[in-house]
């Protein structure tokens, strides 16, 4: 006799349990039981994250334990908790599922490569959030989910109930815990599913260089003759826009690995802002918005249900999670071999780094560590001038050993497969915000293709003082004047203050790493 799958083993014992509902199920559950569940014009699933729109990663915990506790980078990313206020927590997620007429279970993997996949369970209560992690997660076939067996991760997912503000460590009603030892993660008054995304990315974060495998917050693409490329950058950087290219096949947009047979994305969808989205803007994700799609706290129109991208009344953070197969030129499976190139993407409103520049292996480590990239004024509020940021790994907020740890991993893969690395800066040139301008979409295009089709490597380059950097002499389609910063400021004067302005920002941050910087990495960054 068939045994009938439940979670008794957990101690949840739901009226109603639906394990891997098809997404036409979880439409119907969802407009029905999900409150403010719409389906908009184009056929995508329009739901609401409830108070909080965005993560909270000051409210995210990690047991500290004796197995791993001397792994962790303990600090303001990954801050401590206990083991028995974990099971607090955990108890908590699983007593108010026990309140709940109906409970969604999806179990998916993460990792495309078979050898390194993981097994992952999602326990949650609302359907947008199993809809969310059924696009997310990559999807067993109806085989593999009858022989899926125990997982190696389960996440409790309940966001709708809040944290015990009077519990030890916990500062607010929301509470994001993951304890490696006990191989879960809990989450409480929080019901932004792109806490459970990132959960897992966290965990690969943590069991993947334990195999000597880099994991990666970057997208990847690949050419037609099997040449891999990796694109790293923080917010506004482009990193999505440029590795979208209609010349190449998408590996993933956000989430990857490097092992010892080559490249393969965490996940099986992607969760693609849509502030401002425009079919000619960005055609790859606006196409993929359609049924099965999740639309996150966009707004729309009451009577057509048309989405309004421009209207932020709810959040900037709008979102549309989809399954990766929506997007028209993908490579399937997910996996890619060694990559030839890696670019590290800056928008540099200083107006210091050139357009584009090579990096030795050393150097690479020490970018990598710095991730940086500038907020423009006037895009916050207090903003007024340029102000540089800095996110280890261009990730911080997800990494868990050393940035140090990540940066020898890329460096050892780096020299054993020959890849190129380069610094490419889609900010301002010629200047900063005020007497300078943004280099045009346009070259920074043809960078990346002269990237990509190897003229880059022929060319003759020239060293940029201060930060040490390669600069190519020319760059096919780009006038040669905007290459070298320095001689394309009016002011070379002003020029060299504001790069050893920029140096000293540098030197300032890479200052916080001094403790676990075992390679000296920091002597390969600017020099005053």
Same mark, same amino acid.
């Given at each position: 006799?068939?045994? *009938? ?19 036409? /199920? ?78 969604? @279970? ?36 109806? /085989? ?7 997982? #190696? ?74 040449? @891999? ?69 966009? @707004? ?7 989405? #309004? ?180 400021? *009016? #002011? ?5 203050? /504001? ?30």
């Amino acid at each position: 006799m068939k045994q *009938k799958f439940n979670l008794d083993a957990a101690g949840i014992f739901p009226k109603e349990l639906h394990r891997n509902l098809s997404p036409s /199920q979880l439409y119907s559950k969802a407009l029905r039981f999900d409150s403010g569940a719409v389906i908009s014009d184009m056929g995508a699933l329009i739901l609401l994250s409830g108070e909080k729109t965005g993560r909270s990663p000051s409210d995210k915990r990690i047991v500290e334990a004796a197995a791993s506790q001397d792994d962790i980078w303990w600090g303001e990313i990954n801050i401590r908790m206990d083991a028995h206020t974990f099971r607090i927590n955990r108890q908590r997620a699983i007593d108010y599922f026990n309140t709940r007429t109906r409970i969604y @279970v999806v179990d998916g993997f993460a990792g495309w490569d078979p050898n390194y996949r993981i097994k992952v369970r999602v326990i949650c209560s609302r359907p947008y959030h199993a809809l969310f992690m059924h696009n997310m997660m990559i999807r067993p076939t109806p /085989q593999e989910l009858k022989n899926f067996g125990e997982p #190696d991760y389960v996440i409790y997912n309940a966001g709708e109930f809040t944290a015990n503000q009077y519990t030890s460590f916990m500062n607010t009603k929301t509470s994001i815990d993951l304890c490696f030892e006990e191989k879960e993660f809990v989450i409480l008054g929080t019901e932004y599913a792109g806490e459970m995304k990132k959960g897992i990315f966290s965990i690969m974060n943590y069991i993947m260089p334990k195999k000597n495998i880099m994991s990666m917050h970057c997208s990847a693409n690949e050419g037609a003759k099997g040449d @891999v490329s990796l694109f790293f950058g923080l917010s506004g950087t482009g990193k999505t826009t440029l590795s979208a290219d209609s010349d190449r096949y998408l590996i993933g947009d956000d989430e990857h690995c490097w092992s010892d047979r080559g490249i393969f994305n965490i996940e099986g969808g992607c969760y693609a802002k849509v502030i401002n989205l425009t079919e000619k803007s960005e055609p790859e994700i606006f196409h993929a918005i359609k049924f099965g799609t999740v639309l996150e706290n966009v @707004v729309y129109h009451p009577k057509t249900h048309k989405v #309004d991208y421009t209207n932020t009344s709810i959040t900037q953070n709008t979102r549309a999670s989809y399954p990766i197969e929506f997007i028209e030129k993908i490579k399937l499976p997910c996996v890619g071999g060694h990559p030839s190139n890696i670019i590290f993407l800056t928008c540099d409103a200083f107006g210091v780094l050139p357009p584009v520049s090579k990096l030795s292996s050393k150097q690479a480590m020490y970018h990598f560590i710095s991730g940086y990239t500038a907020k423009v004024a006037g895009t916050e509020m207090g903003v007024t001038e340029p102000q540089a940021t800095f996110s280890a790994c261009f990730g911080a907020a997800f990494m868990v050993w050393h940035p140090s740890k990540y940066a020898a991993l890329l460096a050892e893969k780096i020299e054993q497969h020959q890849t190129h690395v380069w610094l490419v800066n889609t900010g301002w040139i010629g200047g900063g915000t005020e007497e300078g301008k943004r280099i045009s979409l346009k070259h920074t295009r043809a960078i990346i293709d002269a990237i990509h089709d190897g003229s880059l490597l022929t060319t003759d380059f020239d060293t940029l003082p201060v930060f040490d950097l390669k600069i190519p002499k020319k760059v096919k389609a780009v006038p040669d004047e905007v290459l070298n910063p320095s001689a394309f400021w *009016k #002011d070379e004067k002003h020029y060299w203050e /504001q790069a050893k302005k920029l140096a000293r920002l540098f030197q300032d941050n890479f200052k916080k790493f001094k403790a676990g910087d075992q390679l000296d990495i920091a002597q390969h960054g600017p020099k005053l």
